[in-house]
């Protein structure tokens, strides 16, 4: 009789961990911090992100780094160095013509009820945003980035106004479908620097972008589900990047109580904060519920998969960062920002969200890698596979404290 033959026990597989970069306009500079951290953290050269996905602002650094893949700790790096150094002018025209142009625009429109003048495309102009893309990334390189197997798969998030539906422009694995779900779809193109702006189109403030024959615009107008796209590219594992600390999500400076009536300023800074946040905790506790009930009864979930999420959020809220540097914006963005009531203590929000000035995102970019390393643990666990230690919430969330 032959001896039992002893069989090697492969060794678990890898978690496939996805990447989600969550709107968040100049606080965007706080998931440069933390990336940064994550290169110390993780000293192997390969890209710990097998998927990306990115919406709005989370748009610009998810191309980057799926672009350069291969290479992303560069691809860090040259993000650093980048909104480290970062000036308003280079995202929208905040020079004293340009800004009288515009308001004489929207005034004579409003005046002569647009016969003189149809009303404007938005509030800002943000071209140089387009430009300064436009020479510093090459979005063939995010297909190449698949192609050589460096990534399984990307989505940039959007828009449509003519359907009103959510959808992730992807490209990815020849084996990862398009989907459809209830106001969501997953379309699979070849991305340019199109996509990336519609989904940077913050609505009001930003012009809509045309793709094809529909107008899309800001990806977090209509994201019920913010996490799915990545779901659907096969990421098992989600670290998410907030942009807003957890206590932080009313209008005033933190207080709890309404001292007046908001101003315009107070009540654009709420919605655009609401814009980008709001759908990501919610989408983490259906997330919980789902990986709850998998656990205790299998049966009654088929088709669905456990997902272990991670997010990490500010520890000390923007609004109270922004307002130490206001002085440094642009003098026409000051007077805007005073003229609607966005720019004293409890409407710094709006400020967080626009004000592209070396100082302030340098401020964040700080503190997103402070509380990156103070969370280290937590980070690496999460990265490797393992399980998480107490330092997450019952809702999958973790702060650095």
Avoid at 339 to 348: C, N, P, Q
Wanted: charged letters at 20%.
């Amino acid at each position: 009789m032959d001896a039992p033959v002893a069989l090697a026990r492969k060794p678990p597989a890898r978690p496939t961990v996805g990447l989600v970069l969550t709107g968040g306009g100049a606080r965007s500079a706080y998931q440069v911090g933390v990336l940064l951290a994550l290169t110390e953290l993780l000293p192997r050269a390969r890209n710990p992100f097998r998927v990306i996905v990115g919406t709005s602002a989370g748009a610009v650094a998810a191309c980057v780094l799926a672009a350069e893949a291969h290479r992303w700790r560069r691809a860090v790096a040259g993000l650093e160095r980048v909104w480290a150094n970062f000036r308003t002018g280079q995202v929208f025209h905040v020079d004293p013509a340009h800004m009288l142009r515009s308001g004489t625009h929207w005034l004579l429109a409003l005046i002569s009820g647009g016969l003189v003048l149809s009303p404007p495309k938005a509030l800002l102009d943000n071209s140089p945003l387009r430009q300064l893309l436009g020479m510093n990334l090459d979005c063939a390189s995010i297909h190449r980035s698949i192609m050589r197997g460096h990534l399984h798969g990307f989505a940039l998030c959007a828009t449509s106004y003519a359907s009103g539906q959510s959808v992730a422009f992807f490209d990815g694995r020849e084996s990862i479908p398009e989907w459809t779900r209830s106001q969501r779809v997953g379309r699979r193109t070849e991305l340019t620097l199109d996509h990336l702006m519609a989904s940077a189109a913050i609505p009001l403030l930003f012009p809509p972008m045309c793709i094809g024959r529909e107008y899309f615009g800001d990806g977090a107008m209509r994201q019920l589900n913010p996490l799915s796209p990545a779901i659907h590219l096969g990421a098992d594992r989600l670290l998410i990047l907030g942009v807003r600390a957890r206590q932080a999500a009313g209008v005033g400076a933190g207080s709890g109580t309404s001292r007046s009536m908001p101003t315009p300023g107070e009540v654009l800074g709420y919605m655009i904060d609401t814009l980008f946040t709001d759908q990501v905790y919610g989408d983490l506790e259906q997330i919980e519920r789902i990986n709850q009930l998998m656990q205790e009864a299998p049966s009654a979930a088929p088709g669905l998969r456990h997902v272990d999420t991670l997010m990490l959020a500010p520890s000390v809220d923007p609004r109270e960062i922004a307002g130490r540097y206001t002085n440094d914006m642009p003098r026409s963005l000051r007077v805007l920002l005073r003229v609607i009531g966005g720019r004293d203590v409890s409407g710094y929000q709006l400020a967080s969200y626009l004000m592209f000035e070396a100082s302030y995102t340098r401020a964040l970019i700080e503190l997103g890698y402070r509380d990156a390393m103070e969370a280290r643990v937590a980070l690496v666990a999460f990265m490797n596979g393992e399980r998480l230690p107490p330092l997450m919430t019952a809702a999958g969330v973790a702060q650095a404290t």
